[in-house]
């Protein structure tokens, strides 16, 4: 590669989770702090940041195109961009990239991002860098300090996995679990909150994993952080995700009874309805001891909303073993879920088993269980109508005066009025569709005495 001159604008384009929002977060901040700016949308950058998710085979595929279109649109404007891959596809595909896509000049994985000024020195003097080590603490410690943020903000305090559900890329991604200290996330959420942050969502693969000790010496999980960030006065609600059934404590399910900022919200995949699934998987749970642990939360937080992530096509699944995956889901009533096709990924276990189910088998199973879901999520909403929450405006709707946030239960609920980014609106909800719901907002007045 040929030296070129140090980049002036950058972009950072995130896909998948909000583990690699967060961390496109952090990296553009990294860059900010170089004396780079933001290209402006639609405008030439100068820099590129293709932070990747590898979970799902489209994901995958997509980098290599975005990569092209990117080269091709650099030559035809004669400013052809720097081109950074980030995330995991980096990391589970670095040398590949390399090879196949000599337009990149830095590849860095998720645990590595802190050395993005160095690796660009170095392009920028004409040398190609890979970067996919792990020291994952030593990354939150060379970050810059959080700039202004919006009124809904991620924090990572955990990262990696140790499950090895046999289907999932990520405890190679992304490493071991780690927790990040403490105190360092307390000052982190403590500075957040400074820069605008009215709601914090607590990021892990494995949230609920997290372990520290906290300002008395006392070892405390991820309830006793909670509680800690619950003290601070400027945060109004904390949420988390993603849990792992296997990883919930008394602890957890207590705060959602105990802690009123914590949001009465539940993210806990299950993936499958099928107890020979579920091993197949290695989940090390069963449907009945997932239904019941759900019920423990119902218990603690009666009006507590669940959520879920599916997978359909596992290898080996059986058309009755799929009829299971319907039943769990009529059984909880979901308000939201994610739900997948089945993607074999390369060097999982469940890449190399028998039975692994066609395309159109598929098809047919995700249509039926998504059909499930929106008919449950349409189901949830309908029955909120009615009700009275605050909601925490995050941005403008498309008409004037019109804005857009979320109800307690992770709804997105639009109102009209004189508001602002960041209030938090006590509303009524109103009407109820698929994927939102209409509010009317409660004047002082109209609020019972
Ligand atoms: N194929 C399809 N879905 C997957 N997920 C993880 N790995 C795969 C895979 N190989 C889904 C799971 C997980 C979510 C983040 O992505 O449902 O909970
Ligand atoms: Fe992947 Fe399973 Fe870990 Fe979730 S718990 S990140 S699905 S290995």
Same mark, same amino acid.
């Given at each position: 590669?040929?030296?070129?001159?140090?980049?002036?604008?950058?972009?950072?384009?995130?896909?998948?989770?909000?583990?690699?929002?967060?961390?496109?977060?952090?990296?553009?901040?990294?860059?900010?702090?170089?004396?780079?700016?933001?290209?402006?949308?639609?405008?030439?950058?100068?820099?590129?940041?293709?932070?990747?998710?590898?979970?799902?085979?489209?994901?995958?595929?997509?980098?290599?195109?975005?990569?092209?279109?990117?080269?091709?649109?650099?030559?035809?404007?004669?400013?052809?961009?720097?081109?950074?891959?980030?995330?995991?596809?980096?990391?589970a595909e670095g040398e590949e990239i390399m090879a196949r896509a000599p337009g990149v000049?830095?590849?860095?994985?998720?645990?590595?991002?802190?050395?993005?000024?160095?690796?660009?020195?170095?392009?920028?003097?004409?040398?190609?860098?890979?970067?996919?080590?792990?020291?994952?603490?030593?990354?939150?410690?060379?970050?810059?300090?959080?700039?202004?943020?919006?009124?809904?903000?991620?924090?990572?305090?955990?990262?990696?996995?140790?499950?090895?559900?046999?289907?999932?890329?990520?405890?190679?991604?992304?490493?071991?679990?780690?927790?990040?200290?403490?105190?360092?996330?307390?000052?982190?959420?403590?500075?957040?909150?400074?820069?605008?942050?009215?709601?914090?969502?607590?990021?892990?693969?494995?949230?609920?994993?997290?372990?520290?000790?906290?300002?008395?010496?006392?070892?405390?999980?991820?309830?006793?952080?909670?509680?800690?960030?619950?003290?601070?006065?400027?945060?109004?609600?904390?949420?988390?995700?993603?849990?792992?059934?296997?990883?919930?404590?008394?602890?957890?399910?207590?705060?959602?009874?105990?802690?009123?900022?914590?949001?009465?919200?539940?993210?806990?995949?299950?993936?499958?309805?099928?107890?020979?699934?579920?091993?197949?998987?290695?989940?090390?749970?069963?449907?009945?001891?997932?239904?019941?642990?759900?019920?423990?939360?119902?218990?603690?937080?009666?009006?507590?909303?669940?959520?879920?992530?599916?997978? /359909?096509? #596992?290898? %080996?699944?059986?058309?009755?073993?799929?009829?299971?995956?319907?039943? $769990? &889901?009529? *059984?909880?009533?979901? @308000?939201?879920?994610?739900?997948?096709?089945?993607?074999?990924?390369?060097?999982?276990?469940?890449?190399?088993?028998?039975?692994?189910?066609?395309?159109?088998?598929?098809?047919?199973?995700?249509?039926?269980?998504?059909?499930?879901?929106?008919?449950?999520?349409?189901?949830?909403?309908?029955?909120?109508?009615?009700?009275?929450?605050?909601?925490?405006?995050?941005?403008?709707?498309?008409?004037?005066?019109?804005?857009?946030?979320?109800?307690?239960?992770?709804?997105? /609920?639009? #109102?009209? %009025?004189?508001?602002?980014?960041?209030?938090?609106?006590?509303?009524? $909800? &109103?009407? *109820?569709?698929?994927? @939102?719901?209409?509010?009317?907002?409660?004047?002082?007045?109209?609020?019972?005495?």
């Amino acid at each position: 590669m040929r030296p070129t001159p140090p980049p002036r604008t950058y972009r950072v384009k995130s896909f998948g989770c909000q583990m690699n929002v967060y961390d496109g977060e952090r990296m553009a901040e990294l860059l900010a702090a170089q004396g780079i700016a933001p290209a402006a949308d639609g405008e030439h950058a100068d820099l590129v940041v293709l932070n990747t998710c590898h979970i799902r085979e489209k994901a995958a595929e997509k980098v290599y195109s975005d990569i092209g279109r990117l080269v091709k649109d650099g030559e035809k404007a004669g400013k052809a961009p720097l081109i950074a891959v980030a995330g995991c596809v980096a990391q589970a595909e670095g040398e590949e990239i390399m090879a196949r896509a000599p337009g990149v000049s830095m590849v860095v994985g998720p645990q590595a991002y802190h050395r993005l000024p160095q690796m660009l020195d170095a392009a920028v003097q004409g040398h190609r860098a890979t970067d996919t080590d792990m020291p994952a603490i030593a990354k939150f410690d060379a970050l810059p300090a959080r700039r202004r943020i919006g009124p809904s903000a991620f924090l990572t305090v955990q990262e990696g996995c140790d499950k090895f559900c046999t289907y999932c890329v990520v405890p190679y991604t992304r490493g071991a679990e780690i927790s990040r200290p403490y105190s360092d996330l307390v000052r982190e959420a403590e500075k957040l909150v400074d820069a605008g942050a009215r709601e914090i969502t607590l990021l892990g693969q494995n949230v609920n994993a997290w372990t520290g000790t906290d300002e008395k010496g006392r070892a405390i999980g991820l309830d006793g952080l909670i509680r800690s960030l619950a003290e601070l006065p400027g945060l109004v609600r904390i949420r988390y995700t993603t849990s792992h059934p296997s990883d919930v404590t008394d602890g957890l399910i207590a705060a959602h009874g105990e802690v009123e900022k914590l949001m009465p919200f539940l993210h806990l995949p299950v993936q499958s309805g099928s107890d020979r699934v579920l091993r197949a998987m290695n989940r090390s749970h069963t449907a009945d001891q997932y239904l019941r642990l759900l019920e423990r939360f119902r218990a603690a937080r009666s009006d507590i909303a669940l959520s879920g992530d599916f997978i /359909v096509g #596992f290898p %080996g699944e059986s058309d009755a073993e799929f009829e299971e995956t319907l039943r $769990l &889901v009529d *059984a909880v009533g979901y @308000s939201q879920c994610f739900s997948f096709k089945y993607s074999p990924r390369p060097g999982t276990p469940a890449a190399t088993m028998d039975g692994q189910i066609a395309p159109e088998v598929m098809d047919e199973r995700l249509q039926r269980l998504q059909a499930a879901l929106n008919r449950d999520q349409l189901a949830f909403n309908a029955a909120s109508v009615g009700k009275r929450c605050p909601v925490l405006v995050e941005r403008k709707g498309k008409k004037p005066g019109q804005w857009l946030g979320k109800s307690p239960w992770l709804q997105s /609920v639009w #109102f009209e %009025g004189d508001y602002a980014i960041g209030d938090m609106v006590d509303v009524e $909800l &109103v009407e *109820a569709g698929p994927n @939102s719901l209409a509010a009317r907002p409660l004047t002082l007045e109209a609020l019972p005495a």
